[in-house]
């Protein structure tokens, strides 16, 4: 029995494609292990956003040439976004590789795995096909890929993505994905209900809806936009074990007075959103071709905490995008002071080739500038994040158990099952999705818990539940 192993690296649409071809996989009869130096089939699941990912790729399989010398029947893929951005690089420059394959056609690893088995060579199965110089002219081949949910291909059997949609039409100068998931595409309802109903189920007790604009979703088939998605989530919901339904990730635009109240009015709904702001200055948000002001972006966020007054905000940043002055980086610390996100994701400018950036705007923010500004907003935000978790001190909050803390797991890992302590330590999410560690019996797994909190830190916080 042939073993194959998957390296993850990116946003949780490689979460779950990864699971989707582990089952696929697993049907087929290969069986998965965790070592990637055992594996018969070593696939390596991509991410383009940022030049740092794809580096790691290319030298993770430079290491790999002299082990396929001494293996040749050692198969190894390229998957993903970066499958599909450098597919006519990827072969040139790792000759020893067996399989590229772009994120809308991840249903036919199974098959292009046979047929390298088979003797017919290194095989290439992309996502998009260009048809004219602009880059909107494009002709996707996206398989709306369902492979079954397997519990088993699952890292947390009790929770789940569901993909809504597919691919991007903003093109922000600075954003690959657009180039390599193609154009937005919203799925048919019923397929998505009838995947929640499955895996609820399999036993899952919290969805989340993704998708890369999973605001804009429609359904143009039965006239359904994400609200009335997560109605009939919710109708599930009412039915059945499923206890809780989230979303990710938003954009600003497309925030409207019916998601809000959807997110208000649906007891399952979390009270959460992530919306990226990217900057706070006006000028940089046009570079970006963001679409929105940052006046915009602040009614958006007033709305929200008057629609769900509880809810909790994250974002994302770039720091460092061309032309960004000094004066432009300080009103993106002002909107992250006054805007107390949960949290944010902070980034430095990459620039991506074939995006617009790259092709028409300088590059022109030095490197040690970029990685100042870049400590300098994750010090602002560290201490937001800090203060508003000291507010949880003492209260008792909700958690839907996930599984042991990745410190207890590897203690686990060390001294084996048949000497598992009574207690371990577990860890779990708030609605607002604060992570919360405790002790507790690996019976509460999968299971809603009461807990106090007794101690904080500006992203996790520690506590018991009362006896």
Same mark, same amino acid.
């Given at each position: 029995?042939?073993?194959f192993?998957?390296?993850?690296?990116?946003?949780?649409?490689?979460?779950?494609?990864?699971e989707?071809?582990?089952a696929?996989?697993l049907?087929?009869?290969?069986q998965?292990?965790?070592s990637?130096?055992?594996a018969?089939?070593l696939l390596?699941?991509t991410?383009s956003?940022?030049q740092?990912a794809?580096?790691k790729?290319?030298s993770?399989l430079?290491r790999?040439?002299?082990v396929?010398?001494?293996?040749?029947e050692?198969i190894?893929?390229?998957?993903?976004?970066m499958?599909q951005k450098?597919a006519g690089?990827?072969?040139?420059?790792?000759?020893?590789?067996?399989l590229?394959v772009g994120p809308?056609?991840i249903?036919r690893?199974?098959e292009?795995?046979?047929k390298i088995?088979?003797g017919?060579g290194?095989?290439?199965e992309?996502?998009?096909e260009r048809?004219?110089?602009?880059r909107?002219?494009?002709e996707?081949?996206?398989?709306?890929f369902?492979a079954?949910r397997?519990k088993?291909?699952?890292?947390n059997?009790?929770q789940a993505?569901v993909?809504i949609?597919f691919?991007?039409?903003?093109f922000?100068?600075y954003?690959?994905?657009p180039l390599?998931?193609?154009?937005?595409q919203s799925r048919n309802t019923?397929e998505i209900?009838a995947e929640v109903?499955?895996?609820?189920d399999?036993?899952?007790?919290e969805i989340?809806l993704i998708?890369q604009t999973?605001?804009?979703f429609?359904d143009?088939?039965?006239?359904?936009?994400?609200?009335?998605?997560?109605?009939?989530?919710e109708?599930i919901?009412?039915?059945?074990p499923?206890e809780?339904?989230r979303?990710?990730t938003?954009?600003?635009?497309?925030?409207?007075?019916?998601?809000?109240?959807a997110?208000?009015d649906?007891?399952?709904?979390?009270?959460y959103?992530?919306?990226?702001?990217?900057?706070?200055s006006n000028?940089v948000?046009?570079?970006m071709?963001r679409?929105?002001?940052v006046?915009k972006?602040r009614?958006v966020?007033?709305?929200?905490r008057?629609?769900?007054?509880?809810?909790a905000i994250?974002?994302d940043f770039?720091v460092?995008?061309?032309?960004?002055?000094?004066e432009?980086?300080?009103?993106t610390?002002r909107?992250?002071?006054e805007?107390?996100f949960k949290?944010s994701?902070?980034?430095?400018?990459s620039?991506?080739e074939?995006?617009?950036?790259f092709?028409?705007?300088?590059?022109?923010?030095?490197?040690?500038? =970029?990685?100042?500004?870049?400590n300098e907003?994750?010090?602002v935000?560290?201490r937001?994040?800090?203060e508003?978790s000291?507010a949880?001190?003492?209260r008792e909050?909700?958690?839907?158990?996930?599984?042991t803390?990745?410190?207890?797991a590897s203690e686990?890992?060390?001294?084996?099952e048949e000497?598992?302590s009574e207690?371990v330590q577990?860890?779990?999410r708030?609605p607002?999705?604060?992570i919360?560690?405790?002790?507790?019996p690996?019976?509460?797994?999968?299971?809603?818990? =009461?807990i106090?909190?007794t101690q904080t830190?500006p992203?996790?916080?520690?506590?018991?539940?009362?006896?």
């Amino acid at each position: 029995m042939k073993t194959f192993h998957i390296e993850t690296v990116g946003c949780q649409m490689n979460v779950l494609d990864s699971e989707l071809v582990t089952a696929s996989l697993l049907r087929e009869g290969y069986q998965y292990t965790s070592s990637m130096k055992k594996a018969d089939i070593l696939l390596f699941n991509t991410c383009s956003i940022r030049q740092h990912a794809e580096d790691k790729i290319y030298s993770a399989l430079g290491r790999l040439k002299n082990v396929k010398e001494t293996y040749p029947e050692k198969i190894y893929g390229v998957i993903g976004c970066m499958a599909q951005k450098e597919a006519g690089t990827l072969f040139r420059r790792a000759p020893h590789l067996d399989l590229v394959v772009g994120p809308g056609q991840i249903a036919r690893i199974p098959e292009l795995i046979h047929k390298i088995e088979n003797g017919e060579g290194p095989q290439m199965e992309l996502s998009l096909e260009r048809k004219g110089r602009n880059r909107h002219d494009v002709e996707s081949s996206y398989d709306f890929f369902d492979a079954g949910r397997e519990k088993v291909a699952r890292q947390n059997p009790y929770q789940a993505y569901v993909r809504i949609m597919f691919g991007c039409d903003q093109f922000c100068t600075y954003c690959i994905v657009p180039l390599v998931r193609g154009p937005e595409q919203s799925r048919n309802t019923d397929e998505i209900l009838a995947e929640v109903r499955q895996l609820v189920d399999q036993g899952c007790r919290e969805i989340t809806l993704i998708g890369q604009t999973v605001s804009k979703f429609y359904d143009t088939t039965t006239g359904t936009p994400l609200s009335g998605l997560l109605e009939k989530v919710e109708a599930i919901a009412e039915t059945t074990p499923l206890e809780r339904i989230r979303f990710v990730t938003s954009h600003p635009n497309s925030m409207m007075p019916d998601l809000l109240a959807a997110v208000r009015d649906l007891p399952h709904v979390m009270p959460y959103f992530h919306i990226p702001a990217q900057s706070g200055s006006n000028a940089v948000l046009q570079r970006m071709r963001r679409g929105y002001t940052v006046e915009k972006y602040r009614e958006v966020l007033a709305a929200i905490r008057e629609t769900v007054p509880n809810a909790a905000i994250t974002s994302d940043f770039i720091v460092g995008f061309c032309g960004e002055t000094e004066e432009d980086f300080q009103e993106t610390v002002r909107l992250v002071e006054e805007s107390r996100f949960k949290n944010s994701y902070i980034f430095k400018f990459s620039p991506r080739e074939g995006t617009r950036a790259f092709e028409q705007l300088e590059d022109d923010v030095p490197e040690p500038v =970029k990685r100042r500004r870049n400590n300098e907003l994750l010090a602002v935000q560290n201490r937001i994040s800090e203060e508003d978790s000291r507010a949880f001190l003492g209260r008792e909050v909700e958690i839907l158990v996930e599984g042991t803390s990745k410190t207890q797991a590897s203690e686990l890992v060390l001294i084996g099952e048949e000497k598992m302590s009574e207690k371990v330590q577990l860890t779990g999410r708030t609605p607002c999705d604060r992570i919360v560690v405790f002790d507790g019996p690996m019976e509460w797994v999968g299971t809603l818990q =009461k807990i106090r909190i007794t101690q904080t830190s500006p992203f996790t916080l520690f506590g018991e539940r009362r006896t």
